[in-house]
């Protein structure tokens, strides 16, 4: 997690204080041996030099936007690099003046944070990187380029890249008993797959190697909370009737996974429906939208392997048929806010969620948003980060990502960081974590 170079002038200018974040504080770039400092020193301006530079190659973009587009193209690009500018700087967090359907949502967040608390640095982390994120967008969509998803073409990269990953899961999952330890595999499987991030990474690919199946054994050690029993549980003690909502988190290998424990979901009779929550905007690199949802299920039926191609037209069927099912778009998992604050900031979401039978959420931002981006102790319950966002049963599958976590057995983190210090940042560790409504 080396910088590329260490600024004292910045950290002296910014009110930058070297330490770890302090016990029960907000997680904030201000602190820089934390990975929110790394984050907007390296990571974050990474991606946005990144997208500057793909806007160079107009040939792609003109046939769509128009050949008198090229200039706007420039211009956006221009306001993508003075963006990283203005991380770098540590500039404020502006009101959006954009068109966009969540604008009043995100300005009156912005309006009530403290005044000290609004810029890059200063602000917790998970509110800025967000506004990164939503800036980004709004820049777009002020431009001929509104609509464009700019992390599209990486997104579809890394499924093509796991197809060989793909067809070995397909071959494995397609005679499966209805039991915890099939459940298992796959929940494992899914959880696994969720090392495979765009974000984590600044949008360089990772390729999923070797037996899927062989791995999860591998890795049985680096799951450090596994809360399958309850989970599954949850599952068979009802009727087979409900829903269970699954909130995405990664395109790609990571989505794929997800398909295939829906669809053992729904072949095994746990459940009448999965419903598939996806972001309104382009979002931490690759995170599902809808059209990265249809896509896949159009790139696996056009597969010439044939256990892809069968298994992408039998998901699509399980769409038309209304036992798949993705959820209408909501902006809500754009949006600033922590999962706690989700009955009084959209109370039909909230609603909607405690009819569910189970609540999956994928992945380390939705884990960040669940127990917000503070620095709880790594023993403290699960439940008691929650801070009361319990709809309905649900559970977090997570790649440790971020320096946040918590509900583990005492001294295990100990262990873990004289092993190495940043264990916390490498996804070689994960978390099945369960609480019963």
């Not at 954009?98 to 509110?127: G, I, M, Q």
């Not at 464009?148 to 070995?168: C, E, G, H, I, N």
């Not at 696996?300 to 191609?309: D, F, I, K, M, T």
């Not at 599958?397 to 262990?415: F, H, M, N, W, Y």
Request: hydrophobic share 40%; charged share 25%.
């Amino acid at each position: 997690m080396a910088l590329v170079e260490d600024n004292a002038d910045f950290d002296a200018a910014n009110g930058i204080i070297d330490s770890e974040t302090p016990p029960h504080t907000d997680l904030a770039a201000q602190y820089k041996r934390s990975f929110a400092y790394y984050t907007f020193r390296v990571r974050l301006p990474s991606t946005l030099a990144t997208i500057a530079d793909s806007l160079a190659n107009k040939d792609e973009l003109l046939p769509t936007y128009g050949a008198d587009a090229a200039s706007d193209i420039d211009q956006t690009a221009a306001a993508v690099l003075e963006l990283r500018s203005n991380i770098l700087k540590n500039g404020p967090l502006e009101p959006f003046n954009d068109t966009e359907a969540d604008v009043a949502t995100w300005n009156a967040f912005l309006d009530k944070l403290d005044k000290d608390k609004r810029t890059y640095f200063s602000a917790c982390w998970l509110y800025a990187e967000c506004y990164m994120y939503r800036k980004l967008w709004s820049i777009f969509s002020l431009s001929r380029l509104a609509g464009f998803d700019y992390f599209r073409k990486q997104k579809q990269t890394a499924a093509q890249l796991s197809l060989d990953a793909m067809v070995a899961v397909a071959n494995a999952t397609r005679r499966s008993e209805r039991n915890l330890s099939t459940f298992q595999q796959l929940l494992k499987l899914n959880l696994w797959g969720n090392r495979c991030d765009l974000s984590i990474t600044s949008g360089k690919q990772v390729k999923p190697m070797g037996d899927a199946f062989d791995q999860v054994a591998e890795l049985d050690s680096n799951l450090l909370v596994d809360g399958t029993q309850a989970i599954w549980q949850s599952l068979v003690s009802a009727d087979g009737n409900g829903t269970v909502e699954i909130v995405f988190d990664n395109a790609g290998y990571e989505l794929y996974t997800d398909l295939i424990l829906a669809e053992y979901i729904i072949d095994k009779g746990l459940a009448q429906k999965v419903r598939f929550n996806a972001k309104a905007i382009p979002w931490f690199i690759s995170d599902v939208r809808a059209d990265d949802f249809h896509w896949i299920l159009k790139f696996l039926s056009g597969q010439a392997s044939p256990v892809l191609s069968e298994l992408g037209k039998k998901l699509k069927r399980f769409v038309d048929e209304g036992k798949f099912e993705l959820a209408p778009l909501e902006h809500f998992w754009t949006s600033p806010y922590e999962f706690y604050r989700m009955a009084e900031v959209q109370p039909a979401l909230h609603e909607r969620l405690s009819q569910a039978q189970l609540i999956i959420f994928k992945g380390d931002l939705n884990y960040r948003k669940l127990l917000g981006d503070y620095s709880w102790h790594d023993t403290e319950s699960f439940v008691t980060c929650l801070r009361g966002f319990q709809p309905s049963n649900l559970c977090t599958l997570r790649t440790i990502k971020a320096d946040l976590v918590c509900g583990l057995p005492a001294g295990i983190s100990e262990q873990l960081f004289a092993k190495n210090k940043e264990w916390m940042l490498t996804g070689e560790y994960g978390l099945i974590q369960f609480a019963s409504k």
